[in-house]
């Protein structure tokens, strides 16, 4: 069943959800100091705050029966942020894949970054705003499986989700090779594989997609054979691994910029 609402909370996700106006925002639910901290730190204006429906708590004990009730409705558990304020917004618009290719079609450069079963969502959010960072057109996740968008997942992304385009797939093995068809360039990373991502050449491609999988297990089977190009990031140290977000991040920095 569809949300009716999403509940953002972080200074930055919420001033970023406001200025972007990409979708409505119901109600801004803070106390005084809340209010303070959103124009210092978010860098809104009096009148952007005006602007809004607002709920104004008389203190924190106050704001978080709110929030408890709130979540409750979200069929979440309540858990406290740092932040005295919060906003009820239109849920983020997740994009079809119809409308990926599209795009695909139409533009002459594109990034994408793909996420096979990454289900953390601290990394999941910790990419997104990676990717948002290094200009990032969309971040394609499975239809199941995926982390979810939380209040968690707002948090930790500080306003990415408003500069990012979310795509969820049904087969994310055949939509690989859907863009391989379409001329992307599609590098999968994986620390099994022999070939480095210093020895890949991206100079001739302007349509480019990188596929990460989950830090425990790694790519899927299925994902791995629509893959014609697997690499890894080779250590230099004693550590061989790396967080999936790290990893990421070293990775979109050699296939993005």
């Given at each position: 069943?569809?949300?009716?609402?999403?509940?953002?909370?972080g200074?930055?996700?919420?001033?970023?959800?406001?200025?972007?106006?990409?979708?409505?925002?119901?109600?801004?639910?803070?106390?005084?100091?809340?209010?303070?901290?959103?124009?210092?730190?978010?860098?809104?204006?009096?009148?952007?705050?005006?602007?809004?429906?607002?709920?104004?708590?008389?203190d924190n004990?106050?704001?978080?029966?709110?929030?408890?009730?709130?979540?409750?409705?979200?069929?979440?558990?309540?858990?406290r942020?740092?932040?005295?304020?919060?906003?009820?917004s239109?849920?983020?618009?997740?994009?079809?894949?119809?409308w990926?290719?599209?795009?695909?079609?139409?533009?002459?450069?594109?990034?994408?970054?793909?996420?096979?079963?990454?289900?953390?969502?601290?990394?999941?959010?910790?990419?997104?705003?990676?990717?948002?960072?290094?200009?990032?057109n969309?971040?394609?996740?499975?239809?199941?499986?995926?982390?979810?968008?939380?209040?968690?997942?707002?948090?930790?992304?500080?306003g990415?989700?408003?500069c990012?385009d979310?795509?969820?797939?049904?087969?994310?093995?055949?939509?690989?090779?859907?863009?391989?068809?379409?001329?992307?360039?599609?590098?999968?990373?994986s620390?099994?594989?022999?070939k480095?991502l210093?020895?890949?050449?991206?100079?001739?491609?302007k349509?480019?997609?990188?596929?990460?999988?989950?830090?425990?297990?790694?790519?899927s089977?299925?994902?791995?054979?629509s893959?014609?190009?697997i690499?890894?990031l080779?250590?230099l140290?004693?550590?061989?691994?790396?967080?999936?977000?790290?990893a990421?991040?070293?990775?979109?920095?050699?296939?993005?910029?």
């Open positions: 069943m569809a949300r009716e609402f999403d509940i953002i909370i200074i930055h996700s919420i001033a970023m959800a406001i200025k972007s106006g990409r979708r409505q925002c119901f109600k801004l639910y803070a106390t005084h100091d809340g209010i303070k901290e959103l124009m210092s730190k978010g860098g809104l204006s009096k009148n952007e705050i005006n602007g809004l429906s607002q709920k104004l708590c008389r004990n106050e704001l978080t029966k709110e929030a408890t009730r709130l979540f409750k409705e979200m069929n979440l558990s309540f858990t942020f740092p932040s005295q304020v919060f906003l009820m239109e849920p983020l618009e997740t994009k079809d894949v119809s990926l290719f599209e795009q695909a079609d139409k533009r002459d450069e594109m990034k994408i970054i793909c996420l096979d079963q990454v289900s953390d969502v601290q990394n999941g959010a910790a990419i997104l705003r990676t990717a948002a960072f290094f200009g990032v969309v971040l394609v996740i499975p239809q199941k499986g995926n982390f979810g968008i939380t209040p968690a997942f707002y948090r930790t992304a500080s990415a989700t408003e990012v979310i795509v969820c797939v049904g087969n994310l093995s055949r939509f690989v090779r859907t863009l391989d068809e379409k001329g992307f360039h599609v590098i999968g990373m620390e099994h594989a022999e480095s210093n020895e890949v050449d991206i100079s001739n491609s349509k480019r997609c990188l596929v990460m999988g989950a830090e425990d297990v790694g790519l089977n299925a994902v791995s054979r893959i014609k190009e690499v890894a080779k250590p140290g004693e550590i061989k691994s790396l967080n999936v977000s790290v990421t991040a070293i990775a979109m920095e050699k296939v993005f910029s």
